[in-house]
């Protein structure tokens, strides 16, 4: 704005000149003429340039409106609750089955203990027939007599014992007569087939020493049965030990 101005001051003062330079001549007068135009032209423009410059000027100078502010809502939203895990159920647990036990198949040892004697029921003895007189002869030439000792059976000597005890070492005999027996009837095929086993006995022997009766326990093999029986076959008769009742013998025959 204060260009303009300068500029307004500039022009005007050329204009208060030029009429001295009119009263030079007519000279002077024709180029005032001249001039005229151009200084209508640059009033037109200043003025316009002048109005231009105050609507800038108001236009800049003008309040701006306020800007409204959008009126905000608090709104206070319930705590948020952690969400919490679901909880699978464990799987069941399998009922674990007890592994089964071996079973063993070899038939354990058992040491049976001593058995007691049994004492058999005595069997009604043959009443004695009447013996007929001898009729009496010429006698004749006295012969020897055989002894009495060569007609007793080939067993060991009576033990002269109570008539219903029974000596202590005699079921040690009967045992030890079993074992040799055995011995000498071992089943070698069957020992060599890897076959083991034990064959209990049971014997009832009388008076005598005569077996009255043998019963055997299998052992599970045929072979090891048969064995057994004839050892206790080859083992009789057995010493007589003199009492009034047949006694019964258990034990057996480990065969390994």
């Keep these: ?54 609507a800038a000027v108001t236009h800049t100078a003008a309040p701006k409106p306020p800007v409204e502010e959008e009126a905000l809502e608090l709104v206070m939203l319930p705590p948020a609750v952690p969400e919490q895990p679901i909880e699978e159920p464990p799987p069941p647990v399998a009922e674990e089955t007890p592994p089964e036990e071996a079973q063993d198949l070899t038939p354990p040892v058992v040491e049976e203990p001593p058995v007691a004697p049994v004492i058999a029921k005595p069997q009604p003895k043959p009443k004695p027939k009447p013996t007929p007189k001898p009729v009496e002869h010429a006698k004749p030439a006295d012969k020897p007599q055989p ?34 027996a055995a011995q000498s009837t071992r089943p070698a095929a069957a020992l060599a087939r890897h076959e083991f086993g034990r064959v209990g006995y049971r014997i009832v022997i009388s008076p005598s020493g005569s077996v009255v009766s043998v019963s055997v326990s299998s052992s599970g093999h045929a072979d090891l049965d048969a064995a057994a029986r004839q050892a206790l076959a080859r083992a009789a008769p057995f010493p007589a030990f003199g009492g009034a009742h047949p006694v019964a013998v258990s034990g057996g025959i480990q065969y390994r």
């Design 1 to 54: 704005m204060t260009s303009a101005v300068a500029l307004i001051g500039s022009n005007l003062d050329d204009f208060e000149q030029s009429p001295q330079q009119l009263e030079g001549g007519s000279q002077s007068l024709l180029a005032l003429q001249r001039a005229r135009p151009s200084y209508l032209t640059q009033g037109l423009a200043v003025g316009v340039y002048a109005l231009a410059l105050a």
């Design 147 to 180: 002894s009495r000792q060569a007609e007793a059976p080939r067993s060991a000597p009576a033990v002269k014992v109570p008539p219903n005890a029974i000596p202590s070492g005699y079921f040690n005999q009967v045992s030890s007569r079993v074992a040799h």
